[in-house]
RNA sequence: GCGGCCGUAGCUCAAUGGUAGAGCUCCAGUUUGUGGUACUGGCUGUUGCGGGUUCGAGUCCCGUCGGUCGCCCCA
C-alpha cells in the first residue's frame, strides 16, 4: 500500500499520467518552449526563503546523513530561480521554460489535493512587457484545449494584483492591515458577504462592487491583455474577476486561475507575474512570469468528460506460433521484426493454445497477427490476419518486412 | 491540527448479535490451428489492527491506522 497521498501507477495510470504528460510538453514545444528539471530533493532554506518558516508544518523535509536540512520540493519556482539567476549570462532574453515536477506537501488530503502530483510549470523569464502576460495566458489556454475541453468546459478568470495594490494605496490603507484586506477578498467567495463586509469595514461598499462587477474596476494591464487574446481569437475563455488574487505571496501584476464550468472542481492551474521574486531570492533583477497546472484536478475533469479514452490504441503485432516445432523460426522471425519496424512485437513465451495466443493479441490491443504454422517451417511463409477486420493473408517474409501491412 | 461518513476476497458489494457469501476479474476446461459470447470447474479472507461487552461480534463500545468529504492552509 501506497504511502498516505501518494498513488501507484498500475500501466493504466500510466498510459493515463504520460499522455497528459505527452500532451503538456507537445503544447509547450508549440509555443517555443524548452524543458529543464531539477532535484527533488533541496536545502530546506530554498524554501523558507522564499515563503517563511510558516511553510515548513507543510513540507516533507529532515535531516540527511550528513546532517543538513533538507525537504521535497513543494514547488518548482524556488529551484527555477536558482537555475535562472546561477547563469543567466549564458541565455538570451527572454527564457521560456518548461518542466513536469513531482512536488511534494505534508497536508492532509483530499479531493484533488494529495501529497504529491506532477505539475506542469511554465515560466517566461526576462520579459516585463505584457505581450509575455498575453503570450503565458494563450499557452494555457492552448494546453487545455490540446486535451479537447472547450470554452463551454473551463475559464481563465484574469486578475491584477497590482490593481489593489493601487487600490490600497489610493484607500491609505496602512501596511499592517493589507494581509488581511487581500485575505478578505481572497475568501470573500466562500465566506457569507456579512463576513467579508465586517471585514473590509467602510471600503465594503466600493470592494463588492468591483467584485460584483468586474468593469467597475479599472485595469489598463487587463484592457491589454484582453484585447491580445482577442486578437489570438482566445477572448471567450477569459472573464475579469477580481476575486482572483492568488495568495499574494509574491505576484505583483497580472494574476490568473484556471477554473472547470461546472464548479465541480478545484483550480486546474494558476499563475501570474513575479518580477521582484527573482532579485529577492538570488540578487538578479529579471521579471517574470508562470504558471502551473497539476495533473490531479486535470486528470479528474479529464476522466469526467472520458478524454484521453483510446489510450490502447491497435498497434503492433503478435507472433502467433500455430506450431511449436516452429517456435526457433518464430523468434528469429520476432527479432527480425522488431529490428525492423520498431513496433511492439509479442508472442506466447510458453507453448500456448492457438486461440489463447489470439486471446492475447486482442487484450494486448496488437494491431495484426503474424502466424507461424509448418507451411513457415517448409518456406519463408507466414499468414497475416489484421484483428479488426479478421481479415487473413498470405505473405513472404521477405515481402512482408517491406510491407506496410503490419504498421 | 479539527470534524462528518466509511474499512468484509484482486475489484464492487451482501450477510437480524448465531457456521463469512455473491457478481466481476484471474486461472483452467468445454474446443489438439484462429480472438470479444456462452457454459463448467478452480484459486483467493487473521471481516484494517488492538482492546472491551457478550454464551457467542463482520455486526455493539473504545482506541488506533487507513480511505473519503469538508474545515484550516494554500507555496
Redesign the pocket.
Same mark, same amino acid.
Given at each position: 500500500?501506497?504511502?498516505?497521498?501518494?498513488r501507484d501507477f498500475y500501466p493504466d495510470d500510466c498510459a493515463f499520467r504520460n499522455a497528459i504528460f505527452s500532451k503538456w510538453r507537445e503544447v509547450a514545444h508549440r509555443y517555443g518552449f524548452v524543458e529543464y528539471d531539477g532535484p527533488p530533493l533541496e536545502p530546506l532554506d530554498l524554501?523558507t526563503k %522564499?515563503?517563511g518558516q &510558516?511553510?515548513v508544518t507543510?513540507?516533507y523535509n529532515f535531516k540527511d546523513k550528513g546532517d543538513r536540512e533538507v525537504a521535497l520540493r513543494?514547488?518548482m519556482?524556488?529551484t527555477l530561480a536558482r537555475l535562472v539567476t546561477a547563469r543567466h549570462k549564458d541565455f538570451k532574453k527572454p527564457l521560456k521554460w518548461f518542466s513536469i515536477p513531482q512536488?511534494?506537501?505534508y497536508?492532509?488530503?483530499?479531493?484533488?489535493?494529495?501529497r504529491e502530483?506532477y505539475?506542469f510549470n511554465c515560466d517566461i523569464i526576462g520579459e516585463a512587457g505584457l505581450e509575455a502576460d498575453i503570450e503565458l495566458i494563450a499557452l494555457v489556454i492552448d494546453t487545455l484545449r490540446a486535451f479537447g475541453l472547450t470554452e463551454k468546459d473551463f475559464v481563465v478568470r484574469l486578475s491584477d494584483r497590482q490593481f489593489w495594490t493601487d487600490f490600497m494605496n489610493a484607500k491609505s490603507i496602512p501596511e499592517d492591515q493589507r494581509y488581511a484586506f487581500i485575505?478578505a477578498i481572497? %475568501?470573500s467567495e466562500? &465566506?457569507p458577504r456579512e463576513k467579508t463586509a465586517e471585514k473590509l469595514g467602510p471600503l465594503a461598499a466600493e470592494v463588492f462592487a468591483i467584485l460584483d462587477d468586474a468593469s467597475t474596476g479599472k485595469s489598463e494591464r487587463l484592457d491589454t491583455v484582453e484585447t491580445g487574446l482577442r486578437h489570438r481569437g482566445l477572448q471567450d475563455y477569459v472573464k475579469r474577476d477580481y476575486t482572483v488574487v492568488?495568495?499574494?505571496?509574491?505576484y505583483t501584476g497580472v494574476v490568473f486561475e484556471v477554473f472547470d464550468r461546472s464548479g465541480e472542481f478545484r483550480a486546474i492551474a494558476?499563475g501570474g507575474r513575479y518580477d521582484n521574486l527573482l532579485k529577492n531570492l538570488g540578487d538578479v533583477d529579471l521579471p517574470a512570469l508562470g504558471f502551473?497546472m497539476?495533473d490531479v484536478v486535470l486528470g479528474e475533469i479529464l476522466k469526467k468528460n472520458n478524454s484521453l479514452k483510446n489510450l490502447k490504441k491497435n498497434n503492433g503485432i503478435y507472433v502467433?506460433i500455430?506450431?511449436e516445432n516452429h517456435r526457433p523460426k518464430a523468434m528469429g522471425l520476432v527479432q527480425q521484426l522488431r529490428d525492423t519496424f520498431g513496433l511492439p512485437v509479442d508472442y506466447p513465451l510458453v507453448p500456448?493454445?492457438?486461440?489463447?495466443?489470439?486471446?492475447a493479441?486482442?487484450?494486448q490491443g496488437r494491431k495484426v497477427?503474424v502466424?507461424v504454422?509448418?507451411?513457415t517451417g517448409k518456406g519463408q511463409v507466414v499468414?497475416v490476419?489484421?484483428?479488426?477486420?479478421?481479415e487473413?493473408t498470405i505473405w513472404s517474409i521477405e515481402d512482408l518486412m517491406k510491407s506496410e501491412v503490419l504498421k
Open positions: 500500500m501506497a504511502l498516505p497521498g501518494f524554501f %522564499k515563503s &510558516e511553510i507543510q513540507l513543494p514547488e519556482t524556488p512536488v511534494f506537501r497536508e492532509r488530503q483530499q479531493k484533488g489535493r494529495l502530483h505539475q485575505q481572497d %475568501k466562500r &465566506e492568488r495568495g499574494l505571496a509574491y494558476g502551473g497539476g502467433v500455430a506450431d500456448m493454445k492457438v486461440g489463447r495466443q489470439f486471446q493479441a486482442e487484450d497477427a502466424i504454422d509448418a507451411e499468414s490476419k489484421n484483428l479488426a477486420s479478421r487473413q
